[in-house]
């Protein structure tokens, strides 16, 4: 089993920066892809950004490319989302999501576990 918890949400003019963080705790072998995802109000789960293990080669929605870093700190078993330059329709809950698979995934049904979520609201 894992547990994920999200941190880091809240509310930011646009054009601001917020860091989302996720800590993952039991079975690390479980957290070798990470990810972020979001989904805004009446909104389907859309992919954000992966990053395996390793951390190399991370892989981003073309939406968030070049505003957004994907990190992990794997001694701390955290994985972070640095979200630069902020627009409104960045605002959703984005949730942190693991699995063992060794390919970063886009579709959240290739995800075993979630989190519950943090809101990030952007106002223009």
Same mark, same amino acid.
Request: glycine share 10%; proline share 4%.
């Given at each position: 089993?894992? !547990?994920?918890?999200?941190?880091?949400?809240?509310? *930011? !003019? /646009?054009?601001?920066?917020?860091?989302?963080?996720? /800590?993952?705790? +039991?079975?690390?072998?479980?957290?070798?892809?990470?990810? &972020?995802?979001?989904?805004?109000? +009446?909104?389907?789960?859309?992919?954000?950004?992966?990053?395996?293990?390793?951390?190399? %080669?991370?892989? #981003?929605?073309? $939406?968030?490319?070049?505003?957004?870093?994907? $990190?992990? =700190?794997? /001694?701390?078993?955290?994985?972070?989302? !640095?979200?630069?330059?902020?627009?409104?329709? =960045?605002? /959703? *809950? #984005?949730?942190?999501?693991? =699995?063992?698979?060794?390919?970063?995934?886009?579709?959240?049904? =290739? #995800?075993? #576990? &979630? +989190?519950?979520?943090?809101?990030?609201?952007? %106002? $223009?």
């Amino acid at each position: 089993q894992v !547990q994920l918890i999200e941190s880091g949400g809240g509310l *930011v !003019q /646009a054009g601001g920066s917020l860091r989302l963080s996720c /800590a993952a705790s +039991g079975r690390t072998s479980s957290t070798y892809t990470m990810s &972020w995802f979001r989904q805004a109000p +009446g909104g389907e789960r859309e992919f954000v950004a992966a990053i395996t293990w390793s951390g190399g %080669s991370p892989v #981003y929605a073309n $939406s968030v490319k070049g505003r957004f870093t994907i $990190s992990r =700190d794997n /001694a701390k078993n955290t994985m972070y989302l !640095q979200m630069n330059s902020l627009k409104p329709e =960045d605002t /959703a *809950v #984005y949730y942190c999501a693991s =699995d063992r698979r060794t390919v970063p995934s886009t579709t959240p049904s =290739d #995800y075993h #576990y &979630w +989190g519950q979520g943090t809101q990030v609201t952007v %106002s $223009s």
